[in-house]
């Protein structure tokens, strides 16, 4: 089992920045892909970002690339989200997810985070 916890969420004005956090704990040596996905209100779940844990490749979604980064500290069991020039289309709730199986996919996650709000106000 792996255990997700993200932090880092808040209010912040359009054209801000976030950071995000991902505590992972368990069996972490099993996973192979950290990802970040969202949700809006209405609308259904959406990818946005992955992160290898072995080599740190990283895949991102277009309506993200450029603005928002990925990474992860093997050491300390954490991936982070960098969330630049925010815009209101980007509030949602942020969820960590943790594949034990394939590379940078964008679905069939098998572990999951409670979530963490993030609003931008216009």
Do not use: H
């Amino acid at each position: 089992q792996v255990q997700l916890a993200e932090s880092g969420g808040g209010l912040v004005q359009a054209g801000g920045s976030l950071r995000l956090s991902c505590a992972a704990a368990g069996r972490t040596f099993s996973m192979n892909t950290m990802g970040w996905f969202r949700q809006a209100t209405g609308k259904e779940r959406e990818f946005v970002a992955a992160i290898s844990w072995n080599d740190g490749s990283t895949r991102y979604a277009d309506s993200v690339k450029g603005r928002f980064t990925i990474s992860r500290d093997n050491a300390k069991n954490t991936v982070y989200l960098q969330m630049n020039s925010l815009n209101p289309e980007d509030t949602a709730v942020y969820y960590c997810a943790a594949d034990r199986w394939a590379l940078l996919r964008t679905t069939g996650y098998d572990y999951w985070g409670q979530g963490t709000q993030v609003t931008v106000s216009s």
